[in-house]
């Protein structure tokens, strides 16, 4: 089972694919993790990410497929993986067809003012990766982490201004993936508007009947 989820950012393409990944057992592999790992560690990629993140832009292809294709090669992805955050671009999905087997794709799709919403009020435990929501799922205690009680941030790429800008991004460079996908005939569409359980229901369905 190979998988893509493809959509803007805040369609919770995430929290969907974790779901998914536990109950085939198979890996959730988020560009973005590998990034915040880099970041984390202050590593000589982790700084030009933070710097490309920061700006609102996306990382260059090139770097984002040598990542990922060494990521697939290792064992934990031999039953199969899920793929969220890539490919971003054309040319990243032309190059991941060189070393993978993608026969489905999931597009959830949901509306820029609910997108803005649920990341602007989004809230990080820097180290650990956890989110949270401020309406949607807040922390126990406001501001600190449930686990280690320290402080939660706002990610720079989180803040409103950047928000609209990653989205903008979006519609130029990735949404033409909906296009190369459907000429593929794997390309299946997921509202990600109603409550997760729902959204979990028809992504299900869409997974038995392909």
């Known amino acids: 089972m190979q998988l893509i989820f493809l959509g803007p950012p805040g369609a919770g393409k995430g929290t969907m ?3 998914v990944a536990d109950d085939h057992d198979i890996p959730h592999i988020s560009t973005g993790d ?4 880099n970041i984390n560690n202050k590593t ?3 700084l030009q990410v933070k710097s490309i993140l920061d700006s609102g832009e996306l ?3 090139g770097l984002t497929i040598d990542l990922v294709r060494d990521r697939l090669g290792q064992e934990d992805c031999s039953k199969g993986f899920i793929l969220d955050g890539f490919p971003r671009t054309i040319a990243q999905a032309e190059a991941l067809e060189s070393f ?3 026969r489905c794709v999931l597009n ?3 509306s820029d ?3 803005v919403d649920r990341l602007s009020g989004r809230r990080v ?3 650990s990766g956890r989110t949270y929501h401020v309406l949607h799922n807040p922390p126990k205690v406001s501001g600190k982490d449930d686990v280690t009680g320290e402080e939660l941030i706002v990610r720079s790429d989180d803040q409103v201004d950047s928000v609209r800008k990653r989205l903008s991004v979006y519609y130029e460079q990735t949404a033409p993936l909906k296009e190369f996908y459907q000429n593929k005939g794997i390309l299946h569409e997921v509202d990600a508007t109603p409550p997760p359980d729902e959204v979990y229901e028809s992504i299900k369905t869409i997974l038995a009947e392909t």
Request: zero cysteines; hydrophobic letters at 45%.
């Open 34 to 37: 590998i990034f915040r790992y």
């Open 100 to 102: 993978s087997d993608i």
């Open 113 to 115: 003012e609910i997108i």
């Open 108 to 110: 959830f799709s949901l």
């Open 59 to 61: 990382v260059p292809d």
């Open 125 to 127: 435990h820097k180290s």
């Open 17 to 19: 694919a974790t779901r």
């Open 44 to 46: 000589a990629l982790g």
